[in-house]
């Protein structure tokens, strides 16, 4: 059974950090894309960051590409989601999410796999 559970979300000041963790079972970990993705209230789910089997890592948005550093272990089946410099409009749930059809990262719609989320909010 496929499962990837998120954790290190919480609550944080504008200017702090947090990392976010996704823990993986149920396939073979290193022949997947790995990607985390958030939803703000009221708007549409976005991509962050993807990182492939390969450990090449393509930004979906600009917002966070100088602040947030994907990174994963697959030895741990872990990927990680370090965010630095947190802006208030960060504060969502993020998601990771997995695929193995393709080598390399791509659009939303081929990750067949998610996880329940984590909420990050960021607020003074």
């Known amino acids: 059974q496929v499962q990837l559970v998120e954790s290190g979300g919480g609550l944080v000041q504008p200017g702090g950090s947090l990392r976010l963790s996704c823990a993986a079972s149920g396939f073979t970990f290193d022949f997947y894309v790995i990607g985390w993705f958030r939803q703000a209230p009221g708007k549409k789910r976005e991509g962050v960051s993807c990182?492939?089997?390969?450990?090449?890592?393509?930004h979906f948005a600009d917002s966070g590409k100088d602040r947030f550093t994907i990174s994963r272990d697959n030895a741990k089946n872990t990927v990680y989601l370090q965010m630095n410099n947190l802006k208030p409009e960060d504060t969502a749930v993020y998601y990771c999410?997995?695929?193995?059809?393709?080598?390399?990262?791509?659009?939303?719609?081929?990750?067949?796999?998610w996880g329940q989320g984590t909420q990050v909010t960021v607020s003074s």
């Open positions: 990182i492939d089997r390969s450990d090449s890592i393509t």
């Open positions: 999410a997995a695929q193995g059809r393709d080598r390399f990262c791509g659009p939303m719609r081929e990750f067949d796999y």
